[in-house]
T-cell receptor, first 109, second 113 residues
Framework: QKEVEQNSGPLSVPEGAIASLNCTYS??????FFWYRQYSGKSPELIMS????GDKEDGRFTAQLNKASQYVSLLIRDSQPSDSATYLC?????????FGKGTMLLVSP | SQTIHQWPATLVQPVGSPLSLECTVE??????LYWYRQAAGRGLQLLFY??????ISSEVPQNLSASRPQDRQFILSSKKLLLSDSGFYLC????????????FGSGTRLTVV
């Protein structure tokens, strides 16, 4: 099993909808989790971090962590065309972060 | 506040030529530093990381090397570039235990021709 797995997408949602991005992880990356947003041609930007089971909300973003199921998700409410980007999930391993390959999100006006 | 600088932004180099990419961090001391490569349509691949001056860990065997001559400076080098070295190179930093994740530089787009 790869350490951090994501569906590559694209995930297409209409403007105003909720976008749900998912990520599963192996035992080697089970401490802290991060969501990054990467616009085409740009570097990744940290948007959310989550360290314990449950939900963490920040504006339109909600990160969810379920350690029993080894599952992390990111919900984007009221999706906007400007949210169109690739979203990378990352988990902290023994010494470095391990990144998934990312899910492309397309928000149509 | 902490900032990370990476240059150049774009680079076109012929096969067999040398490479030197530089990254510096301001506003913090003793950061962990990282070099990643992102090939077209692929994920982030960790190339090197460093927890201190002169301490380099290599994650993938290749014709690249890294050095950390100063606390907040990280350099990625190659003596002879290959076509397969093309990609988007990203430098990142974190605190010692990466509690707040990594912060990335703006990246260097390298095209080897």
């Amino acid at each position: 099993q790869k350490e951090v797995e994501q569906n590559s997408g694209p995930l297409s949602v209409p403007e105003g909808a909720i976008a749900s991005l998912n990520c599963t992880y192996s035992d080697r990356v089970s401490q802290s989790f991060f969501w990054y947003r990467q616009y085409s041609g740009k570097s990744p930007e940290l948007i959310m971090s989550i360290y314990s089971n449950g939900d963490k909300e920040d504006g339109r973003f909600t990160a969810q962590l379920n350690k029993a199921s080894q599952y992390v998700s990111l919900l984007i409410r009221d999706s906007q065309p400007s949210d169109s980007a690739t979203y990378l999930c990352a988990g902290a391993g023994y010494s470095t972060l391990t990144f998934g390959k990312g899910t492309m999100l397309l928000v149509s006006p | 506040s902490q900032t990370i600088h990476q240059w150049p932004a774009t680079l076109v180099q012929p096969v067999g030529s040398p490479l030197s990419l530089e990254c510096t961090v301001e506003g913090t001391s003793n950061p962990n530093l990282y070099w990643y490569r992102q090939a077209a349509g692929r994920g982030l691949q960790l190339l090197f990381y460093s927890v201190g001056i002169g301490q380099i860990s290599s994650e993938v065997p290749q014709n690249l090397s890294a050095s950390r001559p100063q606390d907040r400076q990280f350099i990625l080098s190659s003596k002879k570039l290959l076509l397969s070295d093309s990609g988007f190179y990203l430098c990142a930093w974190s605190d010692t235990v990466a509690v707040y994740g990594y912060t990335f530089g703006s990246g260097t787009r390298l095209t080897v021709v």
